[in-house]
C-alpha cells in the first residue's frame, strides 16, 4: 500500500492502462506539455510521447467526437473536459452518438468522458457544475463519481477496460485534500457497485462524490446526539446499485439522499422514487433531500457556502427525518 492522493490515483491509473494496453490514448485541452489545468496528466507525454497524448484545439464537441470515431477504429480513448461543466458544449455527441449506438449499430464506445466537478472552490457558475442529472435521463451511458483514492483509481480502471461509454466525474475540491492507502498491484473498483462508509441503524444518508466526506462528518456530529447514522457510498450512478440502495432502507427505515448538484430535477429525486416504490413498507418517515440551492454557484466565498449543502444542513435535515 501507498498513501497517495486523489488527483495521484487518477494519474496513476491513466499511467497503468495506457502502459498495459496500447490502444488507450489520452485527448484533451493542454493534457500534453502542460500537464492538464490541474495536473493530472502532468508527465504522460514524456512517458508515451504526442501520439498518445493528445493536445486538442478548445472544442469540446470535437474532442469527444473524434474519440467515438477513433473508438470505432479499435482504439480506447480517455477524454478530458478541462472542466465538466463545458461538457454540455459536447452534449450531441455524447447523447445522440455515444449513448446510442450500441442499440443503433451494435457497436460499443469504449471511450471515458473524464473532468474536474464540483464547487467549493470559489469557481462560480462555469466552472462549479455537477451534471450527473444531465444524463441520468440517457440510457447507454455510464457514470461514476468517486469519494477517495482508492476508488478513483479503481473505478477509472475499470471505466478505461468497459466497453461502453462512461463518464468519470472527479470532484476537483478532493484532488489534493484526501489522501488514501492504494493497492501497488492491479485492482479495479466494479462499476455498478456501492460501498457502506460507516454503518448505522437509526438513519441512511445516501451520497457519493465529495458529499461522502460531509456525510460522515455529519455522522460524527450525529452520534453525539445519538443517532447511529449509516453512509452509503453510491460510486456509480449508472449502473446502480440498487440491491446495497434497498438493503440500507430496510435496515434504517430512515433516508436522506444527499447531493451537491441543485436540488430540482436532481438524483435526489429518482433516489427517492425508487425507495418509495420499492421499499415503502420499510419507511418510517418521507424520503428527505439536501441539496444545492436552485441558482447558479456563486464566486463569494459566503455565498458559495451557503449555496452548497453543509454538515449543518445535514445534521439538521436528519434530526427532523429522526423525530419525524
Same mark, same amino acid.
Given at each position: ?146 469519494? +477517495? #483514492?482508492? *476508488? $478513483?483509481?479503481?473505478? @477509472?480502471? !475499470? =471505466?478505461?477496460? /468497459? ?50 466526506? +460531509? #456525510?460522515? *462528518? $455529519?455522522?460524527?456530529? @450525529?452520534? !453525539? =446526539?445519538?443517532? /447511529? ?61 439536501? =441539496?444545492?440551492? /436552485? ?30
Amino acid at each position: 500500500m501507498a498513501v497517495i492522493t486523489y488527483l495521484e490515483a487518477i494519474r496513476q491509473a491513466l499511467f497503468e492502462e495506457m502502459a498495459a494496453d496500447d490502444r488507450v490514448f489520452v485527448m484533451g485541452e493542454d493534457v500534453g506539455a502542460y500537464g492538464g489545468a490541474f495536473k493530472v496528466t502532468e508527465g504522460l507525454i514524456d512517458r508515451f510521447g504526442e501520439a498518445r497524448v493528445i493536445d486538442t484545439p478548445i472544442s469540446e464537441i470535437a474532442i469527444v467526437g473524434s474519440a467515438i470515431g477513433a473508438s470505432y477504429m479499435g482504439m480506447r480513448p480517455v477524454c478530458e473536459i478541462q472542466f465538466i461543466d463545458f461538457i454540455a458544449c459536447c452534449f450531441d455527441m455524447l447523447t445522440n452518438f455515444a449513448a446510442t449506438s450500441r442499440y443503433r449499430n451494435g457497436a460499443g464506445v469504449p471511450i471515458v468522458v473524464r473532468g474536474p466537478s464540483g464547487g467549493g472552490v470559489g469557481g462560480g457558475p462555469f466552472h462549479s457544475l455537477n451534471p450527473e442529472a444531465f444524463f441520468l435521463n440517457t440510457p447507454g451511458l455510464k457514470m461514476v463519481e468517486p469519494s +477517495t #483514492a482508492y *476508488d $478513483a483509481k479503481g473505478l @477509472l480502471k !475499470a =471505466a478505461i477496460r /468497459d466497453d461502453d461509454p462512461v463518464l468519470y466525474f472527479e470532484h476537483k475540491f478532493l484532488y489534493r485534500r484526501i489522501k488514501d492507502d492504494v493497492p501497488e498491484e492491479d485492482y479495479v473498483v466494479p462499476l455498478g457497485t456501492a460501498k457502506v462508509r460507516r454503518a448505522g441503524k437509526d438513519l441512511s444518508i445516501v451520497t457519493f462524490g465529495a458529499m461522502v466526506h +460531509t #456525510a460522515l *462528518d $455529519a455522522a460524527t456530529q @450525529l452520534e !453525539a =446526539a445519538g443517532v /447511529d447514522t449509516e453512509v452509503l457510498d453510491l460510486r456509480s450512478l449508472a449502473p446502480l446499485d440498487r440491491e446495497s440502495l434497498l438493503a440500507s432502507v430496510a435496515k434504517t427505515s430512515r433516508v436522506l439522499v444527499l447531493h451537491e448538484a441543485t436540488r430540482t430535477g436532481g438524483i435526489g429525486g429518482e433516489l427517492a422514487a425508487i425507495v418509495a416504490e420499492e421499499a415503502f413498507e420499510y419507511l418510517d418517515a418521507p424520503v428527505v433531500r439536501v =441539496a444545492s440551492e /436552485d441558482s447558479p454557484a456563486p464566486y463569494a466565498p459566503p455565498l458559495e457556502a451557503a449555496f452548497l449543502p453543509s454538515v449543518d444542513k445535514v445534521v439538521a435535515a436528519a434530526k427532523r427525518l429522526v423525530d419525524y
